[in-house]
């Protein structure tokens, strides 16, 4: 089975900074990326889904994806404590029948 | 336009039982896909289906298997259940299985194993 890393963190940030989260994958086939995000006993929800290399902006997130170096990326501008949550990576594999997870990482926003 | 529908919210059954736990996609979505999440583990992809077929099935033992109906509606059953079996039981639905197709989750099913 094909496999998406990201480190687990924790990651804290202060309230109003940047936060950058990291997801690298090894199907070099992959066409479709997407980050998530799940609340403490909550199911996960799309947040930015990215197909090209390059960046896509959406308020305050930005999705980033170089397949070259088969690495994806999430950056949460003005970071408020609502942010606070474990932040999914999933990529969609070559033959588009599978969306495989990363275990996460958890991001804490501190006031 | 209502989204992903589990049905039940919550179980709790004996080792050695068997359960179904069913998944109503968005209205037009044709691929139904199903995940379980432990702390451990995370979210481990179990089947993906799409027109009631089949089209990719995770590590899982023959015990886990799965249906979609013409309707779209989707099942899975766990059979001679273990207790590592007790996780959050997600279902997620596609427009189309292929392409950039994004994901969209039920609120899932909680099995407990006792």
């Known amino acids: 089975q094909k496999e998406v890393e990201q480190n687990s963190g924790p990651l804290s940030v202060p309230e109003g900074a940047i936060a950058s989260l990291n997801c690298t994958y090894s199907?070099?086939?992959?066409?479709?990326f997407f980050w998530y995000r799940q609340y403490s006993g909550k199911s996960p929800e799309l947040i930015m889904s990215?197909?090209?290399?390059g960046d896509k902006e959406d308020g305050r997130f930005t999705a980033q994806l170089n397949k070259a170096s088969q690495y994806v990326s999430l950056l949460i501008r003005d970071s408020q404590p609502s942010d606070s949550a474990t932040y999914l990576c999933?990529?969609?594999?070559?033959?588009?029948?599978?969306?495989?997870f990363g275990k996460g990482t958890t991001l804490s926003v501190s006031s | 336009k209502a989204g992903v529908t589990q049905t039940p919210r919550y179980l709790i059954k004996t080792r050695g039982q068997q359960v179904t736990l069913s998944c109503s996609p968005i209205?037009?979505?044709?691929?139904v896909s199903w995940y379980q999440q432990t702390p451990g583990q995370g979210l481990q992809f179990l089947f993906e289906?799409?027109?009631?077929?089949?089209?990719n099935k995770g590590n899982f033992p023959g015990r886990f298997s799965g249906r979609q109906f013409s309707n779209s509606r989707s099942e899975m059953n766990v059979s001679t259940l273990e207790l590592g079996d007790s996780a959050l039981y997600l279902c997620?639905?596609?427009?189309?299985?292929?392409?950039?197709?994004?994901?969209?989750f039920g609120q899932g099913t909680r099995l407990t194993v006792v």
């Open positions: 209205s037009g979505h044709r691929s």
């Open positions: 990215i197909y090209s290399n």
């Open positions: 289906y799409f027109s009631e077929t089949q089209r």
């Open positions: 999933a990529v969609r594999n070559q033959a588009g029948t599978a969306l495989i």
């Open positions: 997620a639905s596609s427009l189309r299985d292929r392409g950039g197709t994004e994901a969209f």
């Open positions: 199907d070099r086939g992959s066409q479709s």
